[in-house]
């Protein structure tokens, strides 16, 4: 079975441009996270989609940030125009359940802004 | 509100040492904790979690972690340390509603031979 996938792997932008982070969770599970590690930060709590509907989008930091889940399947996270504290890695996560004890994680993505 | 302390942002051991680190929680309810560990380039890993139960929770790779709600500490461990441990390692609580997940800073574990 394979794991969460994320692209990509690394991202070096400049301030003001626009960047589109995409993740795969594992299929079939209809619950996918998105989280953000500042440098030396701890990992934070962005948003939670159910399928394809926001459950909690209460740790996106401003309105430069659009998630979507199209189709419940693949989310997309895009930073519009980017600044340079949005540099940090982005993780996404997937459960099967609501309440299920386990988040599966990606390996992030790396983003730097300069 | 929950919360996760993690002291100590980076901790060296020798090959064969013991290995402990620290972890506290604070949660307004019962929590769910969890140690995850995340290898250079690689995503996070489950290493072992806390729900209900048997308060010493045993995970993979030989590692265990104690629940002590009186201390409010979800300390992890491993008697003896292999170069291969050398990652970092993250404590986390569960929210209440199962949404999030409240994460430490992190801790950078480098094995010494």
């Known amino acids: 079975e394979a794991g969460v996938t994320q692209f990509p792997s690394h991202s070096v932008i400049e301030k003001g441009q626009t960047v589109t982070l995409r993740c795969d969770p594992i299929?079939?599970?209809?619950?996918l996270y998105w989280y953000r590690r500042v440098m030396g930060k701890e990992i934070k709590f962005l948003l939670h989609?159910?399928?394809?509907?926001?459950?909690?989008e209460s740790g996106m930091p401003n309105n430069r940030f659009l998630a979507e889940r199209t189709g419940g399947t693949y989310s997309t996270l895009k930073v519009q125009p980017a600044e340079l504290e949005d540099s940090g890695v982005y993780f996404c996560a997937s459960s099967q359940n609501r309440g299920s004890h386990e988040q599966y994680f990606g390996p992030g993505t790396r983003l730097t802004v300069t | 509100a929950q919360s996760v302390t993690q002291l100590g942002s980076h901790v060296s051991v020798s090959e064969g040492a013991l290995v402990l680190l620290r972890c506290n929680y604070s949660?307004?309810?019962?929590?769910?904790l969890f140690w995850y560990v995340q290898y250079p380039n690689q995503g996070l890993q489950l290493l072992l979690k806390?729900?209900?139960?048997?308060?010493l929770v045993k995970g993979i790779n030989g590692f265990e972690a104690e629940f002590k709600k009186s201390e409010t500490s979800f300390h992890l461990t491993k008697p003896s340390a292999h170069m291969s441990d050398a990652a970092e390692y993250f404590c986390?609580?569960?929210?209440?509603?199962?949404?999030?997940?409240?994460f430490g800073t992190g801790t950078s574990l480098t094995v010494i031979p």
């Open positions: 989609f159910v399928k394809e509907s926001k459950q909690d």
């Open positions: 299929s079939g599970h209809d619950n």
């Open positions: 986390a609580v569960r929210s209440n509603t199962g949404n999030q997940f409240y």
């Open positions: 806390y729900t209900t139960g048997a308060t």
């Open positions: 949660s307004s309810v019962p929590p769910y």
